[in-house]
């Protein structure tokens, strides 16, 4: 198993940009595809973004395409999500994922791997 820790949430204003942080707890790190989610208060939890393990491929939702950029440094064990152009509705726990395999995920139930999450809160 990978444990993984996001960092990067906050409270910002509509219009303001923040970098999320999923530190893997282990190299292996670098064959997982890794996703990234988000729970907004009494919702379901959403796919947002996806990269594969090399890197080279991504695929986000629809919401947050060119807004948002996933990446990831498997040297360091870390992926990222970069948000720019925040909006309220982005408000949410969002959580990074990860499962060993080529190709990405957007299936929540396809990731064997989560993290604990960090709060992301947009005010308008």
């Known amino acids: 198993q990978v444990q993984l820790v996001e960092s990067g949430g906050g409270l910002v204003q509509a219009g303001e940009s923040l970098r999320l942080s999923c530190v893997a707890s282990t190299s292996i790190f670098s064959i997982n595809a890794m996703g990234w989610f988000r729970q907004a208060p009494g919702k379901e939890r959403e796919f947002i973004a996806t990269?594969?393990?090399?890197?080279?491929?991504?695929y986000y939702v629809d919401s947050v395409k060119g807004r948002f950029t996933v990446s990831r440094d498997n040297d360091k064990n870390t992926g990222y999500l970069q948000m720019n152009s925040l909006k309220s509705e982005d408000t949410g726990v969002y959580y990074c994922?990860?499962?060993?395999?080529?190709?990405?995920?957007?299936?929540?139930?396809?990731?064997?791997?989560w993290g604990q999450g960090t709060q992301v809160t947009v005010s308008s």
């Open positions: 994922a990860v499962r060993p395999t080529s190709g990405v995920l957007t299936v929540a139930s396809l990731y064997r791997d």
């Open positions: 990269i594969d393990r090399s890197g080279s491929s991504t």
